[in-house]
């Protein structure tokens, strides 16, 4: 679980970040989790946009992708969330 003062800075770090990881109108499938997951282990903080076609609510599929790879849900403003899971391997981001 991140505290406060940890989700502020993934919070900075990511309003520089592009959206990588696009979830669309098939919602969350088997490749998007496969693909959040490799870059999760590459990167530890991905920044995402669910599209507009996509039924569901935002929230809720930021909420249902961090569930299925272990990851914590920093964040989701509009149609973009935010994802930080610690790399196994090679950790790079510290965090405060």
């Known amino acids: 679980m991140l505290t406060g003062k940890q989700k502020r800075f993934l919070r900075s770090l ?3 970040m592009e959206p990588i990881l696009f979830v669309g109108k098939e919602e969350v ?9 490799e870059v999760l282990e590459a990167r530890e903080f991905i920044k995402g946009r669910v599209l507009q076609n996509c039924a569901d609510h935002p929230k809720n ?9 272990q990851a914590e849900l920093v964040q ?21």
């Open 29 to 37: 499938t088997k490749n998007v989790i496969k693909q959040a997951d």
């Open 61 to 69: 599929i930021a909420s249902g992708l961090a569930e299925a790879v």
């Open 76 to 96: 989701v403003i509009g149609r973009n969330f935010l994802l930080y899971r610690p790399s196994k391997e090679k950790p790079q981001i510290e965090l405060p």
């Open 14 to 16: 990511g309003n520089e």
